[in-house]
């Protein structure tokens, strides 16, 4: 059975402070996928960024960077110098790697920047 | 940018009685997929469908619910007789062609808010 947990409910921060929002997952698959969705206010769910499970190398893009450990299957995420229109509720979720298949969320962190 | 669209963006009805939704995935993608969020919860998945067939589906997934690709482009989710605990966000998501640089990505639409009285 898959599960992902995402331990912080809520967050709160100051704008240019950095956050790192944590996602555990467990699988018994050995080929998986991991997600990141943002769901700011307005509702919608936003693609961030997708990574398989043979690709442990970590990945910057501009202020977000993504940290893989398979050792300890964690799929953390950083914001660095947070901006209030960061604000929203960010989801990591667990997919196989076949085509069609369901993916799996978290119960989301729900994150609030403050000027 | 290609995106995923849905219709209407907010549905009021009566219990008991019929919704559909519908959703435009993103054109060549040939996986699509409805799932939920009741308010202040995490998103479930309802069903994926390819090939005009359903792949998978979650226990939430019963009778009362439907799908269709009615044609090239609308994918349409119906609830039989509605609930009160039907009253949720529904996603529509697609997801490209095996063998395409997004094959395992699925971009999600807006919304509908489903809202049962």
């Known amino acids: 059975a898959q599960k992902v947990t995402q331990a912080q409910t809520e967050i709160s921060v100051v704008e240019k402070e950095d956050v790192t929002l944590d996602c555990v997952y467990e699988t018994r698959d050995t080929t998986y996928y991991l997600f990141w969705y943002k769901q700011p206010p307005s509702g919608e769910l936003v693609f961030l960024i997708r990574r398989n499970s043979f690709d442990e190398q970590n990945e910057i893009s501009g202020r977000y960077s993504w940290n893989f450990q398979k050792s300890t299957s964690s799929f953390n995420f950083t914001i660095t110098a947070s901006q209030v229109v960061d604000s929203a509720v960010y989801f990591c979720a667990l997919g196989y790697s076949n085509s069609g298949y369901a993916l799996n969320f978290g119960k989301g962190t729900s994150l609030l920047v403050t000027p | ?83 009160l605990e039907d009253s949720a966000m529904y996603f529509c998501a697609s997801s490209d062609a095996p063998g395409g640089p997004d094959t395992d990505t699925q971009y999600f639409g807006p919304g509908t808010r489903l809202t049962v009285l």
């Open chain 2, 1 to 83: 940018e290609p995106e995923v669209t849905q219709t209407p963006s907010h549905q009021v009805t009566q219990m008991g009685q019929e919704v559909i939704l519908r959703c435009v995935p993103i054109s060549n993608h040939l996986y699509f997929y409805w799932y939920r969020q009741i308010l202040g919860q995490k998103v479930e998945f309802l069903v994926s469908f390819y090939n005009n067939e359903i792949s998978e589906k979650s226990e939430i997934f019963d009778d009362q619910f439907s799908v269709e690709r009615p044609d090239g482009s609308n994918f349409t989710l119906k609830i039989r007789s509605t609930k």
